[in-house]
C-alpha cells in the first residue's frame, strides 16, 4: 500500500513538473518563481550593473562584472561576466559565466551561460569612460547603474 502510495505521488509530481516545463520559461523576479526553466539560445534581456569596472591600457586582464537583470520573467537574476578592454573602440566588452537566481520556496538555481553585453547602440561592449588616474595613466570605466543588454548565445536547461 505504502508504495502504491508512494509511486502515485511521484508520478503526480513528475506530471506536474512537466506541465509547468511546457508552459515556456519561469524565471524570478522580485516576487519570485516557482521553478527556471532555462534560457532560448540567442534570447536577450536588458540588464543594469550592480558592479562597476575600471581597466588600464596597458593591461591585458579582465575584471568581473555583476549585473541584475532588470525585465521579464528573470527580472532579479544575478548575471556575472568577465571583462576585457578593447581600446580601439573604447568598449568593455564581456563573456558571460554565470546566471543565479533565487526561487520563491528559496532555493538557489546557478547556470553557467555563455554570451556577452550589449550597449544601447546595439553593439557588443559598453562604451567605457575614458579618464586619467593621479599618474596620468588613461583607463577605460563602467559604471554601477549602467543600463545595458544581456545576450545568451547558448541554451541553458535544468
Known amino acids: 500500500m505504502k ?3 508512494i509511486s502515485s505521488l511521484v508520478s503526480l509530481l513528475i506530471i506536474s513538473c512537466s506541465s509547468q516545463a511546457q508552459q515556456g520559461i519561469h524565471n524570478v523576479s522580485n516576487s519570485p518563481s516557482q521553478i527556471f526553466n532555462g534560457i532560448i539560445a540567442g534570447s536577450s534581456m536588458s540588464g543594469v550593473t550592480k558592479t562597476g569596472v575600471d581597466l588600464s591600457e596597458d593591461t591585458s586582464n579582465t ?3 555583476l549585473i541584475i537583470v532588470t525585465d521579464g520573467q528573470n527580472k532579479g537574476c544575478f548575471v556575472s561576466s568577465q571583462m576585457r578592454l578593447d581600446v580601439n573602440s573604447n568598449r568593455i566588452g564581456g563573456t558571460l559565466q554565470s546566471m543565479s537566481c533565487v526561487l520563491k520556496n528559496q532555493s538557489v538555481v546557478d547556470k553557467r551561460v555563455h554570451g556577452y553585453v550589449v550597449d544601447n547602440d546595439g ?3 559598453v562604451i567605457a569612460t575614458v579618464g586619467h588616474n593621479k599618474s596620468g ?3 577605460f570605466s563602467i559604471n554601477a547603474g549602467t543600463k545595458l ?3 545568451f ?3 541553458v536547461t535544468n
Open 149 to 151: 543588454t544581456i545576450v
Open 153 to 155: 548565445t547558448d541554451a
Open 63 to 65: 575584471d568581473p562584472l
Open 137 to 139: 595613466k588613461k583607463f
Open 3 to 5: 508504495k502504491i502510495l
Open 123 to 125: 553593439k557588443a561592449g
